[in-house]
């Protein structure tokens, strides 16, 4: 397989079936997904929408439209990982010092995976865990 791919354009959502015209054509056809858990169970939705990336267009495709350019695999997976929700990289980690909006100090104690955090912040000489948003949080700086 070839270091670049050409990226097509393709009707909203026929990107499986361009894929499926290109290959049974003979040529490579890629389509990025990720998987997603609905109500049916899990399945694969593409991530780049109204798109197809293969190595060539056959004349008779008809899902298959125009040319964009060529396109590199680095690229491809670099487009894969900013759009996945399950690979996206936390803020915070637990055991960061961090400052809530209202100015309390805490510390991270655990990590949700719907950008939340179980944050231990003292009130009144008692510890208390609180649940808190990411954008509610910025990081302590070490000389505090």
């Known amino acids: 397989m070839t270091a670049t791919l050409i990226a097509y354009r393709t009707p ?3 990107e499986r079936k361009a894929a499926a015209e290109a290959r049974e054509a003979g040529h490579r056809a890629y389509l ?3 998987a997603r858990t609905t109500k049916m169970g899990t399945r694969r939705f593409p991530t780049a929408r109204g798109y197809v990336f293969a ?3 056959p004349p008779e495709a008809e899902h298959i439209k125009n040319a964009i350019g060529p396109v590199s695999r680095s690229e491809l997976r670099r487009l894969y990982v900013r759009t996945s929700k399950t690979q996206r990289k ?3 980690a637990p055991g960061d010092k961090v400052i809530s909006a209202s100015g309390y100090p805490g510390t991270i104690r ?5 950008e939340r955090y179980d944050v ?3 009130i009144a000489h008692k510890p ?3 649940k808190m948003k990411e954008s509610d949080l910025t990081r302590q700086h070490p000389g505090q």
């Open 110 to 114: 655990r990590v949700h995976g719907s």
């Open 55 to 57: 190595e060539g267009k």
């Open 12 to 14: 909203p959502q026929m």
């Open 128 to 130: 208390c865990v609180v």
């Open 32 to 34: 990025p997904s990720e």
């Open 90 to 92: 936390h803020a915070f």
């Open 120 to 122: 231990e912040v003292i």
